[in-house]
């Protein structure tokens, strides 16, 4: 849990890291636009012109968030991850993405509910009810139902 | 003149297909908006791609119906769970379930959906009367003016977000930037598409929305085991009607609710959540009795729910009239409308009466519908709550996963899709609001264009922003907003501090 600790001496990290990043990024696409993309005259304006000032936009709010930061609260243990959940959750989508074109939407549906459904533990019955039933709900709503076309199995 | 318009809209709004899919959305709008996590914006992305395969007007009522249906769902879970079901019902869940704790669940639902119906009403009404009104007045903004009222939408969305007010300026920022990414419309050539096809049209906005709301949501949340009390005793119909004191204690907040969700509602930046909030302090000030509030009290669940349907249904009033949305799940809708073809506006206020007329009777229809739904189906909601998180968080990411390859057919989305669920989490992590990021993607591209082509209607000159009155006077609301936060955010900050040092 996160616990709030009064301390000025130290600043809300969160911000700093958030300023930080919007700065890394906004830099990254200045250059990246300007090095790329034509910029043209203020009356007639090339594609690069507005996004590279959008850009230097998130620059320029980076850099006040960053300074604004050192003088908020400071909250402790924000930094953890729940490295399961987001390990599941991230790999059953993977392996959805993975499979789907590969052998079809059953079997990427099934890994989905299985990897992701690591997160909790659960009896082999549940895994194995969740995974059929999901696949399932999957073709009676998105092929039946709405009439989308894609392969449910196939072999590579 | 309005009654040849609402005849007009019921033509369109009664039609079979527009009645079932009204029914439709409100239903799946409910029971979406009844399970805590999936909030409106969710939702909305979620169901989108279902409405690919219909007319535009009917669409556009099945989403409408979707958004609104949510908050009437968000509020029985907050009821009887003690979860907000979506972030807007939040502000009920002390005294609502203080109240379903004591044994009037029952009433607390019943009184809730009432209120809902009287604010939503109240909210169409004010549409019927202003949304016309404002249309004529914007039919005569050009590009200077347009961008400038966009800009206004964007500051008064960040600057409401919670946290440092330039972080929500940089999410901003960031989403315009995202915005850009795709064919430029204007000279045809390829912007931060880095090589991908895929990316020609743009960022997809269902995909941003799905990735930052959605899947980030479930990272953050699947191994999440507390499932709050569910309520398990049997709700009977009885059980629904509010005694006489409590009806008494209900008039006026409802009237009130309305009346400040209406006006919060139609301020860019805000939406139902702060509609809510502020009906619930203002009731608090109102009472005789504060100190019952944040223990059962009926005023503090009637008017914020109430405020909120109000907010829900007045925030279409700029979306429609101008074509600028006032919250995220505003921008949602907007973004959906033009993916169906319809650009929202004034001039689709004047040239398609039928479609902007229909909406509108839709939304009774949809209020009755909802109304009528909730009451007796109270029951199927308790049982839906019931359903452990466990079982239906992997369900929610499959829904994420085929809604976005649904909508395309390419299996580049569902990565793209996950990248944004990362950037969510990352964005949770660090605090960094997301509603600011969608808004400024949909409005991005039509910023840009604005801005190009007033500043090729004054041959490059920028003060051409300032030398028109309108534009000019939106811009100063602007800087007085954007002083306004920040001065209160500093103030804040040195408060903090001088507590801290003593």
Same mark, same amino acid.
């Given at each position: 849990?996160?616990?709030?600790?009064?301390?000025?001496?130290?600043?809300?990290?969160?911000?700093?890291?958030?300023?930080?990043?919007?700065?890394?990024?906004?830099?990254?696409?200045?250059?990246?636009?300007?090095?790329?993309?034509?910029?043209?005259?203020?009356?007639?304006?090339?594609?690069?012109? *507005?996004?590279?000032?959008?850009?230097?936009?998130?620059? *320029?709010?980076?850099?006040?968030?960053?300074?604004?930061?050192?003088?908020?609260?400071?909250?402790?243990?924000?930094?953890?991850?729940?490295?399961?959940?987001?390990?599941?959750?991230?790999?059953?989508?993977?392996?959805?993405?993975?499979?789907?074109?590969?052998?079809?939407?059953?079997?990427?549906?099934?890994?989905?509910?299985?990897?992701?459904?690591?997160?909790?533990?659960?009896?082999?019955?549940?895994?194995?009810?969740?995974?059929?039933?999901?696949?399932?709900?999957?073709?009676?709503? *998105?092929?039946?139902?709405?009439?989308?076309? *894609?392969?449910?199995?196939?072999?590579? | 003149?309005?009654?040849?318009?609402?005849?007009?809209?019921?033509?369109? !709004?009664?039609?079979?297909?527009?009645?079932?899919?009204?029914?439709?959305?409100?239903?799946?709008?409910?029971?979406?908006?009844?399970?805590?996590?999936?909030?409106?914006?969710?939702? /909305?992305?979620?169901?989108?791609?279902?409405?690919?395969?219909?007319?535009?007007?009917?669409?556009?009522?099945?989403?409408?119906?979707?958004?609104?249906?949510?908050?009437?769902?968000?509020?029985? @879970?907050?009821?009887?769970?003690?979860?907000?079901?979506?972030?807007?019902?939040?502000?009920?869940?002390?005294?609502?379930?203080?109240?379903?704790?004591?044994?009037?669940?029952?009433?607390?639902?019943?009184?809730? $959906?009432?209120?809902?119906?009287?604010?939503?009403?109240?909210?169409?009404?004010?549409?019927?009367?202003?949304?016309?009104?404002?249309?004529?007045?914007?039919?005569?903004?050009?590009?200077?003016?347009?961008?400038?009222?966009?800009?206004?939408?964007?500051?008064?969305?960040?600057?409401?977000?919670?946290?440092?007010?330039?972080?929500?300026?940089?999410?901003?920022?960031?989403?315009?930037?995202? $915005?850009?990414?795709?064919?430029?419309?204007?000279?045809?050539?390829?912007?931060?598409?880095?090589?991908?096809?895929?990316?020609?049209?743009?960022?997809?906005?269902?995909?941003?929305?799905?990735?930052?709301?959605?899947?980030?949501?479930?990272? @953050?949340?699947?191994?999440?085991?507390?499932?709050?009390?569910?309520?398990?005793?049997?709700?009977?119909?009885?059980?629904?009607?509010?005694?006489?004191?409590?009806?008494?204690?209900?008039?006026?907040?409802?009237?009130?609710?309305?009346?400040?969700?209406?006006?919060?509602?139609?301020?860019?930046?805000?939406?139902?959540?702060?509609?809510?909030?502020? !009906?619930?302090? @203002?009731?608090?000030?109102?009472?005789?009795?504060?100190?019952?509030?944040?223990?059962?009290? /009926?005023?503090?669940?009637? @008017?914020?729910?109430?405020?909120?349907?109000?907010?829900?249904?007045?925030?279409?009033?700029?979306?429609?009239?101008?074509?600028?949305?006032?919250?995220?799940?505003?921008?949602?809708?907007?973004?959906?409308?033009?993916?169906?073809?319809?650009?929202? $506006?004034?001039?689709?206020?004047?040239?398609?009466?039928?479609?902007?007329?229909?909406?509108?009777?839709?939304?009774?229809?949809?209020?009755?519908?909802?109304?009528?739904?909730?009451?007796?189906?109270?029951?199927?909601?308790?049982?839906?709550?019931?359903?452990?998180?466990?079982?239906?968080?992997? !369900?929610?990411?499959?829904?994420?996963?085929?809604?976005?390859?649904?909508?395309?057919?390419?299996?580049?989305?569902?990565?793209? !899709?996950?990248?944004?669920?990362?950037?969510?989490?990352?964005?949770?992590?660090?605090?960094?609001?997301?509603?600011?990021?969608?808004?400024?993607?949909?409005?991005?591209?039509?910023?840009?264009?604005?801005?190009?082509?007033?500043?090729?209607?004054?041959?490059?000159?920028?003060?051409?922003?300032?030398?028109?009155?309108?534009?000019?006077?939106?811009?100063?609301?602007?800087?007085?907003?954007?002083?306004?936060?920040?001065?209160?955010?500093?103030?804040?900050?040195?408060?903090?501090?001088?507590?801290?040092?003593?």
């Amino acid at each position: 849990m996160t616990s709030l600790r009064a301390s000025n001496k130290k600043g809300d990290r969160r911000d700093l890291c958030a300023g930080l990043l919007l700065c890394v990024v906004g830099t990254a696409a200045a250059i990246y636009i300007s090095g790329h993309y034509q910029m043209g005259t203020v009356r007639r304006m090339g594609p690069g012109m *507005f996004p590279l000032g959008v850009s230097l936009a998130v620059v *320029f709010f980076g850099v006040l968030t960053a300074v604004s930061s050192f003088k908020a609260v400071e909250i402790e243990d924000w930094w953890k991850v729940d490295l399961l959940a987001l390990g599941t959750v991230t790999g059953g989508m993977a392996a959805f993405a993975v499979l789907l074109p590969l052998f079809g939407a059953v079997p990427a549906i099934m890994a989905l509910s299985v990897v992701s459904g690591l997160a909790v533990r659960r009896s082999s019955l549940e895994v194995v009810l969740l995974a059929i039933s999901l696949a399932l709900m999957a073709y009676l709503i *998105f092929q039946l139902g709405l009439g989308i076309q *894609f392969p449910l199995l196939r072999l590579p | 003149m309005i009654w040849d318009h609402i005849i007009l809209g019921l033509a369109q !709004a009664l039609t079979a297909d527009n009645l079932l899919y009204c029914f439709i959305g409100v239903f799946l709008g409910t029971l979406l908006g009844v399970i805590p996590g999936i909030g409106t914006l969710i939702a /909305v992305s979620l169901l989108f791609p279902f409405t690919f395969h219909l007319q535009p007007t009917t669409a556009l009522i099945m989403l409408a119906g979707i958004y609104y249906g949510t908050s009437y769902g968000g509020s029985t @879970a907050s009821i009887l769970l003690g979860l907000p079901g979506t972030p807007s019902n939040a502000v009920i869940v002390a005294d609502g379930h203080a109240m379903a704790k004591k044994g009037r669940a029952g009433q607390a639902l019943f009184l809730t $959906g009432l209120g809902s119906f009287v604010g939503g009403s109240t909210g169409i009404i004010l549409m019927m009367l202003f949304a016309p009104l404002i249309a004529s007045v914007g039919l005569s903004f050009t590009a200077p003016e347009y961008f400038s009222l966009m800009l206004f939408g964007l500051v008064a969305a960040s600057s409401m977000s919670s946290g440092a007010p330039a972080k929500g300026l940089g999410m901003v920022a960031l989403g315009l930037l995202l $915005g850009t990414v795709g064919l430029d419309v204007q000279t045809g050539s390829e912007r931060l598409t880095f090589g991908f096809p895929q990316l020609f049209d743009g960022v997809s906005l269902v995909i941003v929305a799905l990735g930052l709301f959605g899947i980030a949501e479930v990272m @953050a949340s699947a191994t999440n085991t507390d499932q709050g009390e569910v309520f398990q005793k049997k709700i009977t119909m009885r059980a629904l009607i509010p005694s006489k004191e409590e009806r008494q204690r209900s008039v006026k907040p409802m009237i009130r609710g309305s009346l400040i969700g209406s006006f919060f509602g139609m301020l860019p930046g805000t939406g139902g959540l702060l509609a809510a909030f502020m !009906a619930y302090l @203002a009731e608090r000030r109102f009472s005789k009795n504060p100190e019952e509030f944040g223990y059962g009290a /009926v005023e503090g669940v009637v @008017a914020p729910e109430t405020a909120n349907n109000a907010a829900d249904q007045t925030a279409f009033i700029p979306t429609m009239t101008l074509g600028i949305p006032g919250s995220a799940s505003m921008a949602l809708m907007l973004g959906v409308l033009i993916i169906h073809g319809i650009t929202p $506006g004034p001039r689709l206020v004047v040239e398609q009466p039928a479609l902007f007329w229909g909406l509108i009777m839709s939304f009774w229809i949809g209020n009755i519908m909802l109304l009528i739904l909730n009451i007796p189906l109270i029951g199927i909601w308790v049982k839906l709550l019931s359903v452990p998180y466990r079982l239906l968080y992997p !369900a929610v990411l499959l829904f994420c996963c085929f809604g976005v390859y649904s909508a395309t057919g390419q299996i580049f989305d569902v990565w793209l !899709a996950l990248g944004f669920g990362l950037l969510g989490y990352l964005m949770k992590m660090l605090e960094m609001p997301a509603a600011p990021l969608l808004l400024g993607l949909v409005l991005g591209p039509m910023m840009e264009d604005n801005f190009r082509r007033a500043l090729l209607i004054s041959r490059g000159d920028l003060l051409i922003f300032v030398e028109r009155p309108i534009s000019a006077g939106i811009l100063l609301l602007c800087l007085g907003m954007l002083l306004v936060t920040f001065v209160g955010h500093w103030r804040a900050g040195r408060r903090l501090q001088t507590e801290e040092t003593r």
